[in-house]
């Protein structure tokens, strides 16, 4: 629940197990161990947490984790792999997905969004896994 008036955005980031701001961003969408959630308000984090990844069964392509990431209300995602159903998923469901390949941890990857150093990926572009 946000009980912040402000705009808050909030932005989940495959990681590594613990979670939290200092883990490794992982590598892969589906098969990452936890989702980092991470609420932004002008330009500030003001909360973060930790959600497991639920495994998700063969041919589910991603539906498990974009369900996850939804009933945390999350807007955007940064992925550094993601196949072409689960960006699908992402972006039907309204979530802005973003490429943060090239940052080692969950902050390095919330700063450079926030530095707007990310690039969007959208329906057209090609899978990054």
């Given at each position: 629940?946000?009980?912040?008036?402000?705009?808050?955005?909030?932005?989940?980031?495959?990681?590594?197990?613990p979670?939290?701001?200092?883990?490794?961003?992982?590598?892969?969408?589906?098969?990452?161990?936890?989702?980092?959630?991470?609420?932004?308000?002008?330009?500030?984090?003001?909360?973060?947490?930790?959600?497991?990844n639920?495994?998700?069964?063969?041919?589910?392509?991603g539906?498990?984790?974009?369900?996850?990431?939804?009933?945390?209300?999350?807007?955007?995602?940064?992925?550094?792999?993601?196949?072409?159903?689960?960006?699908?998923?992402?972006?039907?469901?309204?979530?802005?997905?973003?490429?943060?390949?090239?940052?080692?941890?969950?902050?390095?990857?919330?700063?450079?969004?926030?530095?707007?150093?990310?690039?969007?990926?959208?329906n057209?572009?090609?899978?990054?896994?």
């Amino acid at each position: 629940m946000r009980d912040d008036p402000r705009e808050i955005l909030r932005l989940a980031v495959p990681s590594d197990l613990p979670g939290g701001l200092d883990a490794a961003r992982s590598g892969h969408f589906g098969r990452s161990p936890s989702f980092t959630i991470v609420d932004i308000v002008d330009d500030v984090v003001v909360n973060a947490f930790m959600v497991p990844n639920q495994p998700h069964p063969k041919g589910d392509h991603g539906l498990t984790q974009v369900l996850t990431l939804g009933e945390n209300s999350v807007d955007v995602v940064i992925v550094a792999g993601i196949g072409s159903k689960p960006l699908l998923t992402c972006l039907q469901a309204g979530m802005r997905v973003f490429a943060g390949e090239d940052r080692a941890t969950v902050r390095a990857v919330i700063q450079a969004f926030i530095d707007a150093e990310l690039v969007p990926v959208g329906n057209d572009a090609t899978a990054l896994h």
